[in-house]
């Protein structure tokens, strides 16, 4: 069965880091791309970071302002976010996806990791 389980989140001050993981099972990880999606109340869910099949390309929504890395171990199945200098704009629900691409295109979803940063 394919799953996704994200874990890492919690509550910071703003300017501090955390490190969100995601933990893939079921499925070869290295045939998907991953990204990383976060939605806060009352917002759509919008894409904050995406990684290609083998790492070798990343790409990042604006408000990241350069703070946000994803890398991925395709070995340990497990696909991160590094979030340093968080903002309280950055307070949302991060979920992870997992994307295949072509005549087998396939799409899958975590359960999702709270992160809130407040003072």
């Known amino acids: 069965q394919v799953q996704l389980v994200e874990s890492g989140g919690g509550l910071v001050q703003p300017g501090e880091s955390l490190r969100l993981s995601c933990a893939a099972s079921?499925?070869?990880?290295?045939?998907?791309?991953m990204n990383w999606y976060r939605q806060a109340p009352g917002k759509e869910r919008e894409l904050v970071a995406g990684?290609?099949?083998?790492?070798?390309?990343?790409n990042y929504a604006d408000f990241v302002m350069g703070r946000f890395t994803i890398s991925r171990d395709n070995a340990k199945k497990t696909v991160y976010l590094q979030m340093n200098s968080l903002k309280p704009e950055d307070t949302a629900v991060y979920f992870c996806?997992?994307?295949?691409?072509?005549?087998?295109?396939?799409?899958?979803w975590g359960q999702g990791t709270q992160v809130t940063v407040s003072s």
């Open positions: 996806n997992a994307k295949r691409r072509g005549p087998w295109e396939a799409d899958y």
């Open positions: 079921g499925f070869t990880l290295s045939y998907y791309d």
């Open positions: 990684a290609s099949r083998f790492g070798g390309s990343t």
